[in-house]
T-cell receptor
């Protein structure tokens, strides 16, 4: 079975400061990892993914995430937060060795960037 | 390029009634998925189509839910009869290939009274 944990329901950060949204995962095989963002009254928007290769992946809007196999983590980061980054962020995982394509999501972390 | 579209955006029905949700994937995407988020809970997988075939329906909660993808293009998800616990947001997603990210639609918010 695969699972994702997002330990923080909410993260508050001041505009201009670095932000981190935490994610840990559990899969039987090798993970495919994804971050999605949901703005109010909108659908899920893809931010970035880790499939293989470099542990640091860069995505849309200046976001990046670091895959850490030993800690089974895939934290989302941004060097300088913008007010417009305020949204709900979801981490998701898929087992690369499983026959299913289904994504397993975390509960989501609400990010609030304070002006 | 048009994204994944879903119709309706909102639906309010009485317990026992039937509702049909529609999803139009991104053109050329063979893979189509349905997910559901019940209030306050995680987004949960329902099923996966490859073209017109059901590849994985392990997440379907019970036989009141019926998904179809005739012709391998758009998909419908029918709930019959609807129960109170079916309320939530139903997301559709599509992707091109095995490792590619899934692109999500805006969701259909279903309220069963």
């Amino acid at each position: 079975a695969q699972s994702v944990a997002q330990p923080e329901d909410q993260v508050n950060v001041a505009e201009g400061n670095p932000l981190t949204v935490k994610c840990t995962y559990s899969v039987s095989g090798n993970p495919y990892l994804f971050w999605y963002v949901q703005y109010p009254n909108r659908g899920l928007q893809f931010l970035l993914k880790y499939i293989t290769g470099d542990n640091l992946v860069k995505g849309s809007y200046g976001f990046e995430a670091e895959f850490n196999k030993s800690q089974t983590s895939f934290h989302l980061k941004k060097p300088s937060a913008l007010v417009s980054d305020s949204a709900l962020y979801f981490c998701a995982v898929r087992d690369s060795g499983a026959g299913s394509y289904q994504l397993t999501f975390g509960k989501g972390t609400k990010l609030s960037v304070i002006p | 390029e048009a994204g994944v579209t879903q119709f309706p955006s909102h639906s309010v029905i009485e317990k026992g009634q039937t509702v049909t949700l529609r999803c139009d994937p991104i053109s050329g995407h063979d893979n189509l998925y349905w997910y559901r988020r019940v209030m306050g809970k995680e987004i949960k997988f329902l099923l996966h189509f490859v073209k017109e075939s059901k590849q994985d329906e392990s997440g379907m909660p019970n036989n009141r839910f019926l998904a179809e993808r005739t012709g391998g293009t758009y998909s419908t998800l029918k709930v019959q009869p609807a129960e109170l616990e079916d309320s939530g947001v139903y997301f559709c997603a599509s992707s091109q290939a095995f490792v590619n990210e899934q692109f999500f639609g805006p969701g259909t918010r279903l309220t069963v009274l």
